[in-house]
């Protein structure tokens, strides 16, 4: 049985991908966000699937409270196989006006939070040279768009730390690799949706299809399923060669 810790699991991307995993009946998962019924959702997987579930409401914003939560993991199932860096806030606004506040908390929990994490289970996956770090990084971490300068900041932050990481993994059986999802209908989209719908004056659809999808080719959400998917195509053993991608889910975004 292997073991994966997947940050803001209990929402959206997080919550879709641990589905998959436990679906496999082959992984303890390590739930965590800040959903207060976190524990609830938890325990309602562990035992829909029968897989051993822990839940921690580490926040990302400290690093104290994240190596409690990989220590806890290991106490709890034994090591950390594989670490989904998930968690992650999005705010959208002009440079001029964008909040000191909001830039530090994107920086702090897309990007930050990654590298206390990372190092925490890093001397394991070393010893037992089997490692696997996936980090859910987006479009935004390939390209820009306007109004969101901290959130593409902190995504392309990521696809060059999951570079590094590759490297420095790669003599001891670590990969690291960055999922880069276009839109995927979660709650941080229905927010935004929500809140261009207002900026703009448009109805939620017209946001969604002349704003939103504008720049995928496949006018498509990008499914949970196939992002879970692809971690555990990223988390198998086979996939040792694999490393220090970032790869697009993005209904052809990046392609243009
Ligand atoms: P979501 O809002 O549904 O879930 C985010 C999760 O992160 C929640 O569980 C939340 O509690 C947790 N979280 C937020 N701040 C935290 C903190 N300080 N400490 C601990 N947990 C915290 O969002 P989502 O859409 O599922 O996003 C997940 C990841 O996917 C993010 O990194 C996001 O940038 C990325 N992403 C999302 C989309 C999309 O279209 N939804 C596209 C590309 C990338």
Known sequence: MKTVLITGSTSGIGLGIAH?????????????????????????IGKEFGVGIMYSNANMLKPEELRKMVDDGIAKFGKIDVLINNAGIQHVSPIEDFPDDKWNAIIGINLTSAFYLSKAVWKGMKERKFGRIINIASAHG???????????????????????????????????????????KTPLVEKQI???????????????NKVMLLKQAVKEFV?????????LLLASEGSSTITGTAIPVDGGWNAQ
């Open 20 to 44: 998959e995993f436990a679906k496999t009946k082959q992984y303890n998962i390590i739930f965590n966000g800040l959903e207060t019924n976190g524990q609830e959702i938890a325990d309602e």
């Open 142 to 184: 390939l390209v820009a768009s306007e109004f969101k300068s901290a959130y593409v900041a902190s995504k392309h932050g990521i696809v060059g730390f999951t570079k590094t990481l590759g490297l420095e993994g790669a003599p001891f059986n670590i990969t690291c690799n960055a999922i880069c999802p276009g839109y995927v």
């Open 223 to 231: 499914p949970v399923e196939v992002l879970g998917q692809l971690a």
């Open 194 to 208: 929500a809140d261009q719908a207002k900026a703009h004056n448009m109805s939620p659809d017209e946001v969604v």
